[in-house]
């Protein structure tokens, strides 16, 4: 089983909101990431968790929080989020970090910002 | 610093005709390479991946792809196009060691006509 997934599929906030979204894999892998994708574009990397910790943080503005309560879970808590913030927000795991791991994505969760 | 570059934002062919999807990677050290598929509205699935060993990788739903170092190509075919096959295709390359952080060609369309 390589699924991850990805709550909730849609999401709708107010520049004043505070929302989360979750992801979760049980296929016991130890490193997990948060990406972004505008419409047309490749993902762009966020966030990467290795063990828990969070070990790569791609400059993203701190209205984006990301949470790793364990090793099966990772949130992205939103807050006074911008209008260009809206796009598909990916996770992905992975067994471990390194070259040749293999990211396995969730289906996303596509946020509008008004 | 590793990068890719995807030949062609669009590629339309028929139902039944030869597939080829081309990438080209920019490496300082042994690459391991990626391509992923998006469908409308969905995650990345993984097609197939290339780390050590066969330079020809067999992945799902009939797409294959050839790791060319000389050429530091891995174009990505499949022999007859389906009209399910039509997405946005990602190629990836990581490098090794260090951590797996993907870089991502900008995306190439496939267009299937009947």
């Known amino acids: 089983d390589t699924e991850v997934t990805q709550t909730p599929k849609h999401l709708v906030m107010g520049m004043t909101n505070k929302k989360s979204l979750k992801c979760e894999q049980h296929m016991g892998h130890r490193a997990m990431y948060w990406y972004k994708q505008k419409a047309k574009k490749p993902p762009e990397l966020m966030f990467v968790y290795s063990y828990e910790k969070l070990s790569i943080n791609e400059s993203v503005p701190s209205r984006f929080s990301p949470e790793c309560p364990n090793s099966s879970l990772l949130n992205l808590h939103l807050h006074a989020l911008q209008p260009e913030d809206s796009a598909l927000y990916l996770c992905?795991?992975?067994?471990?970090?390194?070259?040749?791991?293999?990211?396995?994505f969730g289906p996303g969760t596509r946020l509008l910002v008004l | 610093a590793q990068s890719v570059t995807q030949l062609g934002s669009h590629v339309s062919v028929s139902e039944g005709a030869l597939v080829l999807l081309r990438c080209n990677y920019s490496s300082s050290v042994p690459p391991y390479l990626f391509w992923y598929v998006q469908y409308p509205n969905q995650g990345l699935q993984l097609l197939l991946k290339y780390t050590t060993g066969a330079t020809l990788v067999k992945g799902i739903n009939g797409f294959e792809a050839e790791f060319k170092k000389s050429e530091t190509s891995f174009h990505l075919t499949k022999p007859s196009a389906h009209m399910s096959d039509a997405a946005e295709y990602f190629c990836a390359v990581s490098e090794s060691p260090g951590y797996s952080t993907l870089t991502f060609g900008k995306g190439t369309m496939l267009l299937v006509s009947p």
């Open positions: 992905a795991s992975s067994q471990a970090t390194g070259g040749r791991q293999t990211q396995y």
